[in-house]
């Protein structure tokens, strides 16, 4: 509270938010009853815990403190030293380092930061990666590039070059990767993706990189909640670095974390490197408040509760997959092994995009992505969908076959756009959809589609909001 000598330039440091700025609070109202009222099916988000949010925005994030804890630039780091020393050692935990043998930098802004950071840490400009291609569902950050563009700075300051999926099985080219390594020539492999179904074969990956003397990095930015749990193989068995976010499948704050191995015969100095990269290398000074976030979710997952969470994602994402199958869908890889799965609408004449829009409009929140043999990155030919959220609002097997049954629902409507639109456009398509004089039948389902999903996402709870008591905010038209 504001003391009554508070000067009026000091007084709206204690209005609440929607007094002193109504127009901002209303976009995080219009953004909550999204949340509640549609099915969040975007594979690399999640919903984060309360107490995450609480250290989010809590007063931490006033304080500077640039340097790691215990050499810091600024005074007043008593309690920012003693949380992130807490948020390491819970790192280390959650996924099961020995201190001796693995450190942790939580510092990161994110996981394209934290990459960028461990690339500085493990290459001189100009040297050579390899990393799974974007358009095989690996990171922009992993070496990108066009024909006519250098895409990220991972393909800017440093040499790329793409390994691929098998054609035949979808799964990883190791043999590919293996002869291309040979003639490349790499520092530095890394390995993880953004949208592949399947686990990883590091052991593989390890004797390639072996070969060529170069850095092993994964970047497992989806799965690391699915890895801390043990319910996919370890990548710490053989990587030097790994890289992962906090906000996907780990369900924390927006945020990146770079382990690294201390024992690494690649560099005695490893640690030193990494840490020199993140600060003063790529970033200033560290986002505290999302540190006790991280440092919260880290409990989380050190819990037995945590293995369960991930083992009903997993079998939230093979159920989702099996009911596809089952409905005459085609899958990348035809299943999975982890939270997502890659969905291929090419045998249905229908474009990633038309699919996407469609969905928004009733409430089912997916991204189109490219599949495997795609002839154009411009037209993706399918869907990804991740398990991680829906999970998060309890949804269980038998949940996840209802909303198997409305995506099945969505492309069927899809087609009868589609018809209806009388082209392949998807400005055409759009207007369909949302016109009731262009579109008739496709136009009622739309409507009728978007009402039965609503209705049963506003049956789950959502993590730091009181649904009980939740409202439709101002700006928000539904017909029900
Ligand atoms: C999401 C993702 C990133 C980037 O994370 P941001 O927090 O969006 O910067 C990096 N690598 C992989 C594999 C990812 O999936």
């Known amino acids: 509270m504001a003391s009554s000598s508070t000067p009026d330039f000091n007084r709206p440091l204690y209005t609440p938010l929607a007094e002193i700025d109504p127009e901002v609070q209303n976009i995080i109202d219009k953004e909550t009853w999204r949340q509640f009222s549609g099915l969040e099916l975007i594979a690399s988000e999640n919903l984060t815990s309360r107490a995450t949010m609480e250290a989010n925005g809590s007063i931490l994030t006033n304080k500077y403190s640039e340097g790691l804890p215990n050499a810091r630039y600024y005074g007043g780091n008593e309690w920012i030293d003693e949380l992130e020393v807490l948020c390491q050692k819970r790192a280390l935990e959650a996924f099961h380092l020995a201190p001796a043998k693995w450190g942790v930098n939580v510092q990161p802004y994110s996981g394209s930061t934290a990459n960028f950071a461990a690339l500085t840490a493990l290459l001189q400009p100009q040297d050579r990666l390899m990393g799974l291609g974007l358009p095989d569902g690996g990171h922009l950050t992993h070496g990108y590039y066009t024909a006519k563009k250098k895409m990220t700075a991972s393909s800017i300051y440093f040499q790329s070059f793409p390994y691929g999926l098998d054609p035949a099985t979808q799964l990883i080219d190791y043999e590919g990767l293996k002869k291309q390594a040979r003639i490349f020539k790499p520092r530095l492999i890394i390995c993880g993706a953004s949208a592949y179904p399947r686990d990883w074969d590091y052991a593989a990956l390890r004797a390639i990189a072996d070969e060529h003397g170069a850095f092993l990095m994964a970047d497992i930015a989806h799965t690391s909640g699915l890895v801390a749990a043990g319910e996919l193989a370890d990548p710490f068995e053989y990587c030097d670095v790994v890289t992962t976010t906090t906000h ?152 996840t076959k209802v909303v198997a049954d409305f995506l099945h629902r969505a492309v069927q409507i899809s087609l009868v756009l589609q018809k209806e639109a009388g082209s392949k456009l998807l400005k055409d398509f759009v207007r369909v959809a949302i016109k009731p004089e262009e579109g008739k039948v496709g136009y009622q389902q739309v409507k009728d589609l978007g009402k039965e999903v609503r209705a049963f996402a506003r049956r789950w709870p959502l993590p730091g909001v009181d649904v009980s008591t939740l409202k439709r905010p101002a700006g928000i038209h539904e017909d029900e």
């Open 248 to 399: 996907k499948t780990l369900r924390g704050p927006r945020a990146g974390l770079i382990f690294f191995r201390k024992d690494s015969d690649k560099a005695a100095d490893l640690g030193k490197r990494v840490n020199d990269a993140v600060f003063p290398a790529c970033q200033g000074g560290p986002h505290n408040n999302t540190i006790a976030g991280i440092a919260t979710t880290l409990l989380q997952a050190t819990q037995p509760t945590w293995k369960a969470y991930a083992q009903q994602v997993i079998a939230n994402a093979k159920t989702l997959g099996d009911e596809l199958v089952a409905r005459g869908y085609k899958l990348q890889t035809s299943g999975t092994d982890n939270h997502l799965v890659l969905w291929d609408l090419r045998p249905l004449g229908l474009t990633g995009s038309k699919l996407e829009k469609l969905c928004d409009l009733v409430g089912i929140t997916i991204n189109k992505n490219a599949v495997s043999g795609d002839a154009s990155a411009q037209v993706p030919g399918g869907i990804r969908l991740g398990t991680s959220a829906l999970t998060s609002r309890d949804m269980m097997e038998a949940d």
